[in-house]
């Protein structure tokens, strides 16, 4: 990101215009944050105040609070500013507790896993 | 340079992004810089339903180095000065 002078800010590619606003973060890693951003630099490192990890699975969801996290620019997918009158997530989510959500991903892991293995068990058997 | 100012050319347009995680933007080109960064208004993902944490996201900046694709409408491109471009982007570079 080239450093925009004051009259720039509007057009170009800059995320001045995100400052101080709730964002959501989207990782290579597959992770969710939300937060208010406080600073970034031209590498796209971002700095977010009262940052959460949002984790859906299925029909379930879950805010893990974090805090200040100073996030590697180099792990940032996609910096999306979230419209604050329109509903973050669909009305038939739920929200459930940390420990809960974390059993729905072990289990949806061991789903895809189970998949997996299935698969290549039956790859042998060459079907075609 | 030429990528760069191809896509300042196309600022306004609606164009579709995709990502190498799979994820695909459809959007409105507002801004694009020299890493190729992009920022497109009015997003809407391709395939709502597998990404709910999307949905209020209207406006987004999206990293250069995370694209694999940017889909243009078809009467984006003019062919002949792209080549042109390119021409002279080979013998000059």
């Not at chain 1, 009158?85 to 669909?90: A, R, V």
């Not at chain 2, 992004?17 to 993902?45: C, F, M, P, W």
């Not at chain 2, 694209?67 to 002949?80: S, W």
């Amino acid at each position: 990101m080239s450093w925009a002078g004051p009259d720039d800010i509007f057009l170009s590619t800059s995320l001045a215009t995100y400052l101080d606003k709730k964002l959501l973060v989207l990782l290579r890693d597959g992770r969710k944050l939300l937060g208010l951003l406080r600073s970034f630099d031209q590498f796209a490192n971002v700095v977010l105040e009262g940052a959460c990890e949002r984790v859906i699975v299925g029909d379930l969801y879950c805010d893990i609070p974090l805090g200040l996290y100073v996030i590697r620019g180099e792990n940032v997918v996609l910096i999306g500013e979230l419209d604050l009158e329109k509903e973050e997530l669909p009305s038939h989510m739920t929200p459930v507790s940390a420990a809960e959500i974390k059993r729905a991903q072990k289990a949806e892991r061991e789903a895809t896993d189970l998949k997996g293995s299935m698969r290549k068990r039956m790859e042998f058997l060459d079907f075609d | 340079m030429l990528f760069f100012s191809y896509f300042k050319d196309l600022v306004g347009r609606e164009v579709t992004v995709e990502l190498k995680n799979d994820l695909a933007i459809r959007g409105t080109l507002h801004s694009v810089d020299q890493y190729l960064n992009i920022k497109l208004e009015n997003t809407r993902v391709v395939d709502q339903d597998k990404n709910p944490h999307m949905l209020s996201v209207r406006n987004c900046f999206i990293r250069g180095s995370v694209v694999r694709y940017v889909q243009l409408p078809p009467d984006g491109v003019d062919i002949e000065l792209l080549h042109d471009a390119t021409r002279r982007e080979a013998r000059g570079g």
